[in-house]
């Protein structure tokens, strides 16, 4: 009996101990957020920078985005392996930030091989764009671009931050998409310069500022 009722006990602290995590689920440690919302920022801030002073690093700073992957997955099979149990919210956060990171990546891959494939693609066809300067006479070749993809962005990152916001009823998440969606509009009427602008300041509210949130609220629940 003595050992029964042991056991009893001890079931009944495992399930009010499962309960507590299940509420503090949403729970994330932040890494995530707070890695996308730093890459992003110094991207887009890095970007803004070059072109009003006027220097270049010698790459595209974006391509920084690839290399997030790598950490990112690391993160979530870390994750998941100190988890014991995963609700139905978790599954589906998971999901939502699954599908962002393959839509991303995508459209990174996009932006940058497509450009050079039309050119070539143009060549082979016995084909060449040039651009004439109206004041000077001045010819030379024009490559084909694709239009700023800044907007574009802009949508994509708030889409997995307002799911998982509405999902797990994290409210800085919401906001930081509202403040994403805003940056949206006003990118519509803005140069390529201030886009780079708005998608540094949009990983900052959009991901780094409710990452740092849910950090301090994960430790604090480990501390507990």
Not at 70 to 82: D, G, T
Not at 91 to 104: G, P
Not at 198 to 222: F, Q, V
């Amino acid at each position: 009996m003595e050992e029964k009722e042991l056991n009893e006990k001890e079931s009944l602290s495992l399930i009010s101990e499962m309960i507590q995590k299940a509420k503090s689920s949403f729970h994330e440690s932040g890494t995530s957020a707070i890695l996308w919302g730093s890459v992003t920022a110094v991207c887009g801030l890095l970007s803004f920078a070059q072109v009003q002073f006027g220097f270049s690093l010698g790459f595209d700073v974006w391509l920084l985005i690839f290399v997030v992957i790598i950490p990112q997955i690391y993160i979530i099979i870390k994750e998941r392996k100190n988890k014991l149990f995963k609700t139905y919210q978790a599954a589906a956060t998971d999901n939502v930030w699954l599908v962002y990171a393959i839509s991303i990546s995508a459209i990174a891959f996009y932006q940058n091989i497509v450009p050079g494939i039309s050119d070539k693609l143009m060549l082979d066809e016995g084909m060449q764009l040039l651009q004439k300067n109206i004041a000077t006479g001045e010819v030379k070749d024009y490559h084909f671009f694709i239009p700023s993809l800044s907007s574009v962005y802009l949508i994509i990152y708030a889409f997995p931050t307002i799911a998982t916001g509405l999902i797990n009823k994290f409210k800085p998440m919401i906001w930081g998409a509202v403040v994403c969606y805003a940056l949206f509009f006003i990118s519509l009427y803005t140069s390529f310069k201030y886009d780079m602008l708005m998608l540094g300041l949009a990983g900052i509210a959009n991901w780094l500022i409710p990452g740092l949130i849910l950090r301090d609220r994960y430790n604090k629940n480990i501390a507990c």
